[in-house]
Nanobody, 124 residues
Framework: VQLQASGGGLVQAGGSLRLSCAGTGETFSRYDVGWFRQAPGKEREFVGAIRRSGSLHYADSVKGRFTISRDNAKITVYLQMSNVKPEDAAVYFC???????????????????WGQGTLVTVSS
């Protein structure tokens, strides 16, 4: 599956932004799809994921503010960012994996497919 992330841009602190991850080639029904982000000078970190089953998982830093969803055709996964904070500024990546256990959901090395990243800038 090929992934394409989009929707990044400039958002004011406290505002909202929705990122999209479009899968080309096939639907996401067979994949766990994760969102990761990487700020300058920092390591890539897990933001959240939606599993094949539809179960949702979030990093503590975004829980209650970010929401992941998947469209009914399972060809696009969204990351709705609300109450955005300056520390949310980063390049956001979506990634997919065809198998894996729950405990490795937040590990970027367990994902086989990656999108190109989309930049989120937060103004305070």
């Amino acid at each position: 599956v090929q992934l394409q992330a989009s929707g990044g841009g400039l958002v004011q602190a406290g505002g909202s932004l929705r990122l999209s991850c479009a899968g080309t080639g096939e639907t996401f029904s067979r994949y766990d799809v994760g969102w990761f982000r990487q700020a300058p000078g920092k390591e890539r970190e897990f933001v959240g994921a939606i599993r094949r089953s539809g179960s949702l998982h979030y990093a503590d830093s975004v829980k209650g503010r970010f929401t992941i969803s998947r469209d009914n055709a399972k060809i696009t996964v969204y990351l709705q960012m609300s109450n955005v904070k300056p520390e949310d500024a980063a390049v956001y990546f979506c990634a997919a994996r065809s198998n894996g256990i729950l405990s490795t959901l937040g590990s970027s090395s367990n994902y086989n497919y990656w999108g190109q990243g989309t930049l989120v800038t937060v103004s305070s």
